[in-house]
């Protein structure tokens, strides 16, 4: 790993899940505005829609989602009739059913809720909104929690896929982060979603964590390997205790530099291509054949919060505490505390507070950050001028020059590539066109 090409191109960026990004949304949405960028959604837009189940059993410090500890079963019971009358607003808004091409439940632990509730929420979506026959139906799973009936519930009720978490297999690695999961825990889990019907399985691993070395993370590959998954994600881990304050009890010292990182992620890189696994966009992996590389190779892959996708939807919707949802106009996202989730839903309101309305220029930014991200390039004078904008970006272009020059870069004909050298700083060349980057108070983590 090249010490320069780090201290110039490893500042804090952000991920680029959404553009802009979430710390730029402002307070003041009312729920009428919400109801009017419902109401303006055409009759034959696609829908996609996303879950946050904000409970864990317990905290990992590595942790950077909107999650609470529970140990009882009846706040995620009063939570999931809240996801209810969530859904019944949000459709009564909308003034008639719109086709839904994607679901995905989030968390913290969707499968905190019980193996009644979970099938219910799936009717009340199928009430209101028209699930199409092939609509990719996922869910987040902690496979320590998981049962069989669990399993058999989330198959029953239209499940197709599920994402496991795994982070690491190491029992060291595993203890630095406070999440003890033997690989036959996983195993159990990933028999009892086949065994139910479900048999599209992702998992997700980590790179960064304290006390991690290259040869576990490769270790924790091989591992994933034998459960025969056909997506990993190979997440980096954000060291971010000013706003999550869980992960101080994390040592610092104990978290591997910037030059470890990248050869971890590079020898897990290395080692699932190997096993047959092509590398999509920045940090995921899937077999050949599978929905994600055939996107990637039509051009089709797109970016959202959860990662990278094949949701072509023409619009996102978002349910629960702190989640985010992409409209026409722009992004709203709900109140992120659950008492006040809760009051706004129990009051019969939408429980959006945070928004940001897309401009022209917002728009453009945003296509071409999102086509860095996930094919690795962008024409940028063929897209301004398909937005009709006399947009140049001179200004981005001259900034990209010492990329250019380090090879990570290439820069022809308006036509902007990411070479392989240049991967791991995705995010940084996509950072250029950000015009909020140096606004606001927000902080992000590493480039890599």
């Known amino acids: 790993m090249n010490e320069s090409l780090y ?64 140990k009882r ?13 969530e859904v ?3 459709a009564g808004a909308l003034r008639s059913s719109r086709r839904v091409v994607h679901v995905h439940w989030g968390g913290g632990t969707p499968t905190m809720l019980s193996v009644e509730d979970f099938p219910v929420l799936m009717d009340t979506v199928r009430d209101h909104f028209r699930l199409a026959a092939d609509a990719d139906v996922a869910v987040e799973i902690d496979p ?32 630095a982060i406070n999440r003890i999961q033997p690989f036959e825990v996983t195993e159990k889990a990933v028999g009892w979603l086949r065994d139910a019907g479900i048999t599209a399985v992702n998992f997700d691993l980590m790179y960064g964590l304290p006390e991690q070395n290259a040869d576990d993370v490769v270790r924790s590959v091989d591992l994933a390997h034998r459960l025969t998954p056909d997506r990993l994600a190979v997440f980096g881990y954000a060291h971010v205790p000013w706003m999550k304050t869980h992960q101080r009890m994390i040592d610092e010292e104990s978290l591997p ?10 020898a897990a890189a290395k080692r699932l291509n190997e096993l047959g696994y092509r590398s999509i966009g920045l940090d995921h992996f899937a077999r050949q054949g599978d929905a994600l590389t055939v996107a990637l190779d039509e051009g089709r892959l797109r970016r959202n919060f ?46 959006v507070v945070r928004s940001i309305k897309l401009t022209a220029d917002d728009r453009l930014r945003r296509a071409v950050i999102e086509r860095l991200m996930c094919g690795y390039e962008a024409d940028l004078t063929a897209m ?25 870069v290439e820069l022809k004909d308006g036509r902007l590539h990411v070479t392989e050298r240049g991967r791991p700083w995705m995010r940084t060349s996509a950072a250029v066109f950000d015009r909020y980057l140096e606004t606001g108070e927000a902080r992000h983590s590493r480039a890599v």
């Open 7 to 70: 201290q110039r191109y490893g500042a804090p960026v952000p991920r680029y899940t959404s553009y802009p990004t979430a710390p730029h949304f402002q307070p003041g949405v009312t729920a009428d505005t919400y109801r009017g960028w419902l109401g303006n959604i055409g009759q034959e837009s696609s829908l996609s829609l996303y879950f946050h189940v904000p409970f864990c059993a317990e905290m990992c410090w590595f942790c950077g989602c909107h999650t609470k500890i529970v």
């Open 73 to 85: 079963t009846r706040p995620v019971g009063d939570y999931a009739q809240l996801l209810g009358r």
């Open 88 to 90: 019944a607003m949000t």
């Open 144 to 175: 320590r929690t998981l049962t069989r009936d669990m399993a058999v519930a989330l198959a029953g009720a239209g499940v197709n896929r599920a994402s496991l978490g795994v982070q690491d297999f190491n029992a060291h690695v595993q203890k």
């Open 257 to 266: 530099g910037p030059a470890q990182r990248i050869d971890q992620f590079a």
């Open 306 to 351: 959860q990662g990278y996708t094949t949701d072509g939807a023409d619009v996102l919707l978002g349910f629960g505490a702190s989640s985010i949802g992409s409209l026409g106009e722009g992004y709203v996202q709900n109140a992120v505390p659950l008492r006040d989730y809760g009051r706004r839903i129990r009051d019969g309101n939408l429980a």
């Open 384 to 408: 301004a001028a398909a937005a009709g904008s006399d947009e140049t970006f001179a200004a981005e272009r001259a900034a990209l020059a010492p990329m250019a020059a380090d090879g990570l």
